[in-house]
């Protein structure tokens, strides 16, 4: 048997134990003994070796998280996500995006011809369709997926406001997104 010292989270000594010395050292363990510690003193772990310091340091304090950029990238998240129209999933990513408004002005200027296909997700059997569709239903999908993404960006609006009154919380940054 080997006596192993161990330190906690913040590297700090915790006492000692016993272990076969054949065994796997426990995790924050080491066989070097620290140094004698006298009224407040205590021991830290460096990595090599044991550090004497005069009291418990204070704990590093948490820092605040970046609530604009945590907010922008779920945004992103909600936005990309998809909407549904019609019993069709639609993609709402950027590209998407983009091609449904191309489409929507094609329709406005007497280019597009009524009931070609758009591709769309059949939400009954989880296959990959071109649905013909109209150019009034078209002008419905575009305004669908305005509606998706314009609400992805009220919702980070909304909690860019609690993080201005100080409101915010973790939870808050989960909820409330468009599906």
Not at 14 to 35: F, H, N, Q, W, Y
């Amino acid at each position: 048997m080997i006596t192993l010292y161990l330190w906690d989270e913040q590297g700090l000594y915790a006492g000692s134990i016993e272990v076969d010395e054949l065994g796997a050292m426990p995790p924050r363990s080491t066989p070097t003994k620290p140094m004698k510690l006298t009224g407040s003193q205590v021991a830290r772990w460096t990595g090599s070796g044991w550090d004497k310091l005069e009291a418990v340091p204070e704990p590093e304090p948490t820092p605040a998280p970046d609530w604009p950029t945590l907010i922008a990238s779920r945004r992103f998240k909600a936005e990309e996500s998809g909407t549904t129209w019609k019993g069709y999933g639609i993609a709402t990513d950027r590209s998407s995006q983009n091609k449904i408004t191309q489409e929507d002005i094609a329709v406005n200027r007497g280019l597009r011809a009524d009931g070609s296909g758009w591709k769309c997700l059949d939400l009954s059997t989880g296959v990959i369709v071109f649905r013909p569709t109209s150019n009034a239903e078209i002008q419905q999908l575009s305004a669908a997926v305005y509606v998706h993404v314009s609400s992805s960006f009220k919702r980070e609006e909304e909690l860019l406001a609690a993080v201005t009154d100080g409101s915010i919380t973790a939870a808050m940054v989960e909820e409330g997104w468009p599906v």
